[in-house]
């Protein structure tokens, strides 16, 4: 069952004076819900989420996960500058990228960021582009072959991230030998996982290398970092993860693997994004033509550069409508079956195909859900489409913008042409 | 057989003073490709190309294409203020759009532009939007179930676009009762096609429509647009749509289907994009990290948010590898196997999987062909991915930067977060 932050009436209202298209994140629910992630690995006393900056790179929606404890999972130099921009700094920043030009490197010392290597290689290069190496450093794991994969990611031995197992003990010694102190180690093989199982055996493929590691090369690890993936109930009849059921199992795998090893404390982090702020965000749109040909059609003001996941995945988003003032969708007794589609000039461009809904009118409000997070942050300018708005729903039900929407001025910041009208 | 309008040497020096990576386009090239375009239609006295602006919507290419004779074919307000910059207005736009907002309409009145209508309550939609309808209007035909589908573009009858063949007839019917004076028949029903047949036999269906409209409304036709659609031969061993074979086609299908009827002359027009650009832009980038775990991987300092089109649609872009100064790549006698990657944390971020190149290193150059359409429009700011710079290769061998380089202040510049830092 999928709900609503918010009245009809109240959303009504908003769309009086917020241009559509437009993101709302409902702040409550997402403090709710980092609460809850909190609360499930509360066993673990160094426990630390780094919200997966990908997701939703808004800084007041990073303010307010800092405020929950939350550091940032960075990837590039804007996500870096992102995390500055919060205050996110030191050990408050993840810096998991790849292929990771110079610069991003020296940024991330700069912060004093987690540097989560993805290559053997980037060792030496680490150390070359800023003259040294820190005192902590973390290696992501490509458990390869060991693990099967994951539906989204792919299999973990045909994916282009991390150390093959082999790589690790030797990344390790290598790291030892020059000096480094404090040691990390992480993985990422899911994406959008449902199965509380497949996150238990990620963590326990990390404890066990852990302990083999630390035997073999004899260091002490910091922490494990066991990468997001949590995915989210994007369909109405799926069940969101067992968070509780994932800290409970992960708490036993550390007990049996960790602790009665005789291994030191250990800190579990984890990278979440999607999960994070997913659910508790709403691509808000209207409908501004009804269109009857082979199939009947909801053309919305709202398209592939608000939300990108239907047409790029195939992906199944829920819709609400809303419908417009006196005349509530949820009244109407008649449904009718729609592809809701965007205007962009790409066919793919729909935000669901064959969907029964009420019976929808132009200038009708309809509310796409689980656009919190890989929705905004995934638009592009094709077609010359502008990117929305991001607002936030406040506790006390205001409505508080945190992005304002694009210009044509942006859309041009990057061309000039004196002269080139007059040929 | 895949060639490049550089020498190494010369690709060599650019890359020292313009940053990687960057498109840049070769002038002569898409010259000498307008021109063949025009003159495989020169029997049509009215024949008119309008460049679908959506494929590479720069304005510098816009004027180069508009002094070979070019219109624009726009499907958004940004796209038509394009036009307008480079002196593009009236009959030189053809504005084919859907689900299409009052004020994009209201715009493309303004500059004269001819409007093709994508569904039949858009007359209604356009006369109340605009106060009138204008002298000259178009409609877009789906041809449905009458029509086998192209692999991209998917069966016409699933397709949101355009008129059943039923509203046609009521619609010109409407339009001619409304005062409408002349009138444009226009289908888009392939994407990316290169079987000159298939393009033959649109114009085929569009020339017998036209015909039976005309009889049984009592209406002439100014023109039929056949759309766009022409593919490019992406991998060396396919051939370029034989663009003489099909000129020479629609020629006799018109003899047949329009002259042989005793109906007047019709302009013929087209709106291709990627066949007038796609081939003649190149994405140039170097190598940053080469990988050796379960794969060899070369990592590049591009990426998704520069041609997304391997990624989107696992699309094959050739790639030549130039090497470094010094060191050509050609002259190297090994050849390994690589997944050439991106840096953004999607797995699908690959330019080639499983590519047989010459032997790569760091800071080679490589050149990723046929990026000259759908390549940078495309672009998005995922994972705070910036978008790179556009270069003219100029006829006398200079090289023009016809957009510049995203920045971080651009990234950041719909952001806005006094005291937030502070919390």
């Known amino acids: 069952m999928k709900t609503l932050p918010f009245a009809d009436e109240t959303i009504l209202s908003w769309v009086e004076t917020h241009p559509t298209p437009f993101h709302v994140y409902d702040e409550a629910a997402i403090v709710v819900n980092a609460r809850r992630l909190k609360a499930a690995f509360a066993w673990n006393k160094g426990f630390h989420e780094y919200f997966a900056v990908k997701a939703a790179p808004n800084p007041h929606l990073m303010a307010l996960l800092k405020k929950e404890g939350f550091g940032s999972d960075c990837s590039s130099l804007p996500e870096l500058l992102l995390a500055e921009a919060v205050g996110n700094t030191g050990e408050n920043i993840m810096f998991t990228s790849n292929d990771t030009p110079q610069e991003e490197f020296a940024k991330a010392r700069e912060l004093g960021a987690i540097i989560n290597l993805d290559d053997i290689t980037h ?23 060991l693990k099967g994969g994951n539906a989204i990611i792919g299999k973990p031995e045909e994916a282009k991230y991390g150390f093959t197992r082999e790589q690790l003990f030797e990344a390790y010694a290598r790291m030892k030998a020059k000096g480094v102190k404090r040691f990390g180690l992480h993985t990422m093989e899911a994406s959008h996982e449902l199965s509380a199982q497949y996150i238990i055996d990620t963590a326990k493929l990390l404890f066990d290398l852990v302990a083999e590691i630390s035997e073999k090369i004899g260091i002490t690890f910091d922490f494990v970092n066991i990468g997001g993936g949590i995915g989210i109930p994007y369909r109405p009849e799926q069940d969101a993860m067992d968070l509780e059921a994932v800290g409970k199992g992960i708490e036993e795998a550390y007990k049996e693997k960790i602790l009665a090893r005789g291994l ?18 709403y691509l808000v749109a209207k409908v501004r033509h009804i269109k009857d040909t082979y199939r009947l059609y909801a053309g919305l003001d709202a398209c592939m550069a608000n939300l990108m996941r239907p047409a790029l995945y195939g992906a199944y988003h829920h819709i609400t409508a809303i419908g417009q003032k006196g005349d509530l969708a949820k009244d109407r007794t008649t449904r009718k079956v729609y592809d809701v589609t965007g205007s962009l000039c790409e066919n793919n461009d729909k935000f669901a195909i064959q969907r029964e809904l009420p019976e929808l009118k132009p200038a009708d409000t309809v509310v796409i859900h689980d656009a919190g997070a890989h929705g905004h942050a995934m638009g592009f300018n094709y077609n010359g489409k502008l990117r929305s708005a991001e607002y936030l729903l406040k506790p006390d039900g205001s409505l508080v913008q945190i992005r304002r929407a694009e210009t044509i001025a942006d859309y041009f910041a990057t061309l000039s042409y004196p002269g080139l009208k007059e040929g």
Chains 1, 2 share one sequence.
């Open 264 to 281: 030191p404390e250990l800190k579990l982090y984890m990278e979440c994004g999607r999960c994070i702020t997913g659910p508790y965000g």
């Open 123 to 145: 060792l030496d290069f680490l150390e070359k582009s800023t003259g040294s190496l820190p005192e902590l450093l973390c290696c992501r794991c490509n458990p390869g072959p």
